[in-house]
């Protein structure tokens, strides 16, 4: 049987697209700080953020009916190559993501100002950029990424906690439910079900960290910029460091994937 699968260019497609939302919701502060309306940036970015982790949900049952069509002649071994090109997937959606950033940088500041004319209408806004004129503006933000964007950006201008912080985060997020429903397999029947379930309280984890230490620092600091208490490459630094450490999350999650669906099957054995 072939590895990748029609089912798999599909999912593959799903994960990238969901990849590069997450990853280019960290430009959202840097628009909302450039057009003066940060409380309606951070609405917007929560927004991004819970259409990501529902279509986390989303993508469990069909990663998970991957099994049910991969051959039984070594059966873990495939679903692994599966379950790895798929992180990989990841990996690519947050660079797509990066390269793009320039560009949703000048589209969320005109979707951020359009949003507060809308009186915070998400269905109202894209209502009103679905035609000719509103894709002709959309085309004119393009930018390409250029090393200039970097200037000013030093290794003391960085938030190296963040940056550890969100490598495991991210890492977590990537592997959570493939870990669980490969662990599924690695357990007695009786136990496969309490190992999907684990995804939840993997990915929940990774929630609270991200919503602990993360989500408050970024808003404190762009609140900060918007005062003039800190200088603007302090925020461009922190998207700097979040699109950066979610990349090497990506990469780290290939090595994490296998000891954690170990775990994962350790602890729906032992619970």
């Excluded at 408050?216 to 998207?239: F, G, H, Q, T, W």
């Amino acid at each position: 049987m072939e590895l990748i699968t029609s089912k798999l260019i599909m999912i593959s497609l799903f994960i990238l697209v969901i990849t590069m939302v997450e990853t280019l919701a960290y430009s959202t502060r840097i628009s909302g700080t450039r057009v003066k309306l940060i409380a309606t940036a951070i609405s917007l970015f929560s927004t991004l953020v819970i259409v990501s982790r529902f279509s986390t949900m989303i993508q469990q049952p069909l990663t998970a009916k991957l099994i049910a069509e991969a051959p039984d002649l070594n059966k873990l071994h495939f679903i692994e190559e599966q379950y790895r090109i798929l992180i990989g997937v990841t990996t690519i959606g947050v660079l797509i993501g990066i390269l793009l950033f320039p560009t949703f940088i000048n589209i969320f500041s005109r979707a951020i100002v359009q949003l507060s004319k809308q009186r915070g209408s998400i269905v109202a806004l894209f209502l009103s950029q679905c035609n000719g004129k509103g894709f002709k503006k959309i085309m004119k933000c393009i930018r390409l990424p250029k090393l200039s964007y970097l200037k000013g950006i030093t290794y003391k201008t960085i938030p190296k906690r963040l940056f550890v912080t969100n490598i495991i985060v991210s890492a977590v997020f990537t592997i959570g439910v493939l870990s669980s429903i490969y662990a599924s397999m690695l357990v007695p029947e009786d136990y496969a079900q309490a190992a999907l379930m684990s995804s939840g309280i993997i990915n929940g984890i990774a929630t609270i960290l991200l919503t602990l230490f993360i989500d408050p620092k970024a808003s404190v600091l762009a609140d900060r910029v918007m005062k003039k208490e800190c200088d603007y490459i302090y925020l461009k630094s922190y998207s700097l460091t979040m699109v950066s450490s979610k990349l090497v999350g990506t990469i780290i999650a290939q090595l994490l994937f296998i000891p954690a669906a170990y775990y994962v099957a350790w602890f729906a054995s032992w619970i």
